[in-house]
């Protein structure tokens, strides 16, 4: 954990370590920084469903305060470490493919294997909405 302050701020960065999806112990662990560190807002960038869950896991425990933001890789756009696709990309709704296209090792799993799964999900929902 590092500490810097910034006049009236104090800031606190965790690096998560990978896998977040998989290991309890480890989302436990960011969970429990961000309680330590009495954090008022939590920046959850750590990528979906990782930072869902640690937000879901935090507000479980009863004793984290504040509000915690999932943003996924919005720091990595604005300091321009990642790219975002070219306008028309964006409005014909293809970022993802774009992102895809320019990082596939690193979404290919996420995007192509796992991803799908929230349409059986939404289907499941749309059902138990209609019954009602």
């Not at 935090?58 to 696709?85: E, M, N, P, W, Y």
């Not at 895809?100 to 979404?107: D, E, I, M, Q, Y």
């Amino acid at each position: 954990m590092e500490s810097f302050f910034y006049p009236h701020l104090r800031f606190v960065h965790v690096a998560a370590p990978m896998g977040l999806a998989k290991d309890p112990a480890a989302r436990k662990a960011v969970g429990e920084a961000a309680i330590a560190a009495e954090a008022r807002i939590v920046l959850l960038a750590v990528g979906a469903p990782q930072q869902e869950m640690i937000a879901r896991e935090l507000k479980a425990t009863g004793t984290a305060r504040g509000t915690a933001l999932c943003i996924g890789a919005s720091i990595d756009f604005l300091t321009g470490v990642q790219t975002r696709a070219p306008r028309i990309v964006q409005q014909a709704g293809f970022e993802w493919a774009w992102r895809l296209a320019t990082s596939p090792r690193r979404l290919f799993r996420r995007y192509l294997v796992e991803g799908p799964a929230i349409f059986a999900i939404a289907w499941k929902w749309r059902n138990r909405q209609r019954s009602r």
